[in-house]
């Protein structure tokens, strides 16, 4: 890219950055929105505003050959946005890329599998920091985020703060898990954080942030490879399993909604489709009301 071009385009992506901000979307969305306009001026050495349609679906088509469609839909999102907020321009991106409609079910392991992965993970302050996810069902950033004062250890809950959609949220607190997260939190006594950076106490006490989300991804994965656990396993796949296996329990949907702070009860209702249990439960009670009917 010739100097005078990356110069407008260090502009561009600099309004880019703003104009999410002032759009309230969360880090999350702003690094994936981001993250599409520089792919693609990598891929092509070409300020966005300069490309044909052309260029466009050459970039789209090879993305969709080296990534999955989740991508594909993101990046074509985050440059329709910086097309209409930075450079004010219309764009027919159906005429570039139709992304399908794709319906996938998330990986879950069993309970006895999670189990088997907190009893091969060593380090305590991962252990911690798994139980903690899988116990609430949060996210990844959600538990990372975690502070000392959301704890509620008279009302037994956790105060989630800006979640998904940047809402707020109580979950259940288990016994086992406030248990834990003090004996870990002990170790360091950050003022803050639960989970504060650092490879050791002194390190930890003095963190002015939380553990790296990439270091979490990593080492769960690296865990459950030695634990023999063959389904691809990330900090998410915890929380599919929350909701997999209270489901499995008969915790009711509108509950498991609560917990995970879905919007939609439409969300929650994936998780009928990962649990036999629950569909021989429905098959039983079913069959034990209908059994009732006066018949001749």
């Not at 300020?47 to 074509?76: C, E, G, M, N």
């Not at 088997?116 to 996210?139: D, P």
């Not at 969300?267 to 059994?291: R, S």
Request: charged share 25%.
């Amino acid at each position: 890219m010739k100097p005078s071009e990356q110069r407008r385009f260090d502009a561009q992506y600099k309004k880019l950055l703003t104009a999410l901000k002032l759009n309230n979307f969360s880090r999350t969305t702003i690094d994936i929105y981001a993250r599409a306009v520089r792919r693609i001026v990598a891929n092509t050495d070409c300020p966005p505003d300069r490309l044909t349609k052309d260029q466009y679906r050459d970039h789209f088509s090879a993305l969709i050959d080296s990534h999955s469609w989740s991508t594909v839909i993101s990046d074509r999102a985050g440059l329709a946005f910086f097309f209409k907020h930075v450079l004010h321009k219309k764009w027919d991106w159906g005429a570039i890329v139709k992304p399908k409609r794709v319906q996938t079910l998330p990986d879950v392991i069993t309970y006895d599998q999670v189990a088997q992965l907190l009893t091969a993970t060593r380090e305590q302050r991962y252990q911690s920091y798994f139980l903690c996810t899988y116990s609430m069902g949060l996210r990844l950033t959600e538990s990372l985020g975690l502070e000392v004062d959301d704890i509620d250890a008279q009302q037994m809950r956790v105060h989630v703060r800006l979640g998904k959609g940047r809402k707020d949220r109580y979950v259940i607190l288990p016994q086992q898990t406030l248990i834990i997260l003090r004996r870990y939190w002990a170790t360091h006594r950050h003022p803050r954080y639960i989970f504060p950076a650092g490879q050791n106490a002194t390190e930890r006490f003095r963190a002015v942030k939380t553990m790296s989300k990439s270091g979490v991804q990593r080492t769960i994965r690296l865990i459950a490879r030695d634990a023999k656990i063959r389904t691809r396993v990330t900090t998410h796949t915890l929380r599919h399993c929350y909701a997999t296996h209270l489901l499995e329990r008969v915790l009711s949907l509108r509950h498991i909604q609560n917990q995970l702070g879905h919007e939609s009860i439409n969300t929650t209702l994936i998780y009928a489709k990962l649990t036999e249990p629950a569909e021989q439960l429905a098959i039983t009670v079913i069959n034990e009301m209908i059994d009732q009917l006066p018949s001749k």
